[in-house]
């Protein structure tokens, strides 16, 4: 697999120095990025695997507390987002056809990681969206020797007085070609540009958040609004197949922020109760973004990140 040079934004709050992206193509000819920091004496790789609505650049402060436990980082862009292809006419709207979709960008993803000859063992970093990915991947033989999980999609957090609309909606408007517009609610702008730090659901640190801001503002292209009907449903398909299926005998810890608002918090539970060797952690405090709080919050998880994966390999 032939990989070629791809943009890495460096000018807004950067990760470690060395960063680059390429381009790769996936099995259905669809075009992703993948971006790395590599280190040099690295003990192991983090395959970091983000959210919805998320990109490369998002992850470089993080990539820097990884690199800092000796451990390199190669993270992607979803197709759909970032900058890798995006699926609708609207590029604002998050789309995809079928959740296992992103699977194909996880296989292009590790093909890209081998051809960089990224050090091993691998281990599996998966927030939000990329919970969800991320744990269909292990289930299905990732070959990585341990997983963390945090605020992970494993279930979407929806009023019960709204669970049912938006079930019938994300079937019905598709039959009715509509299943490119977004659900009710939804916006076409980024979450942080369209809301205010106060309140916000995703972090408690003001820099943090004007670090999201701010890269988008420098680089518009890398923004996404709402999801589609048909990524909605898909959404709620894949989470509710996931939850029947045994988890795999791997070593995981869970990071979930105690005023957790987005994601569907009794699934996560039930998932970690039942996982083998897992582990649920609650960060007091935390919102959903655990890797993006402030130091006193996200310090303990990249130092229980570093007991994990290592843990792991000297076992």
Known sequence: MALTPAPFFTDVHPGPAGGMAHWVDTSDNKRIRV??????????????????????????????DLAARGLGTIAIDWRGQGLADRLLDDPRIGHVDAFSDYQKDVAAMLRAARELGLPRPFFLLAHSMGGCIGLRAVMEGLPVQAAAFTGPMWGIRIAPHLRLMASVLSHTMPR????????????????VLAEPFE??????????????????????????????????????????????????????????????????????????????????????????????ETETLRTPVFDGLEKLFFGTVSA
């Open 176 to 191: 009715f070609g509509r299943g490119h517009l977004m659900p009710p609610g939804s916006k076409p702008e980024p979450y």
């Open 199 to 292: 309140d916000n659901m995703l972090t408690t640190d003001a820099q943090m958040y004007d670090m999201m801001r701010d890269q988008l503002a420098a680089h518009p292209e890398l923004s996404l609004g709402g999801p589609s009907f048909v990524w909605l449903r898909e959404a709620l398909a894949e989470t509710t197949h996931l939850a029947q299926r045994a988890a795999p005998n791997l070593p995981c810890v869970t990071w979930l922020g105690s005023n957790e608002r987005i994601v569907d918090l009794p699934r996560i539970h039930a998932r970690m109760d039942s996982w083998k060797g897992g582990r649920l952690e609650i960060v007091e405090g935390g919102e959903h973004e655990v890797l993006m």
């Open 35 to 64: 971006g790395h920091w590599p280190l040099e004496g690295a003990k192991g790789t983090v395959l970091l695997f983000p959210g919805r609505t998320e990109y490369i650049e998002k992850y470089g402060l993080a990539a820097t």
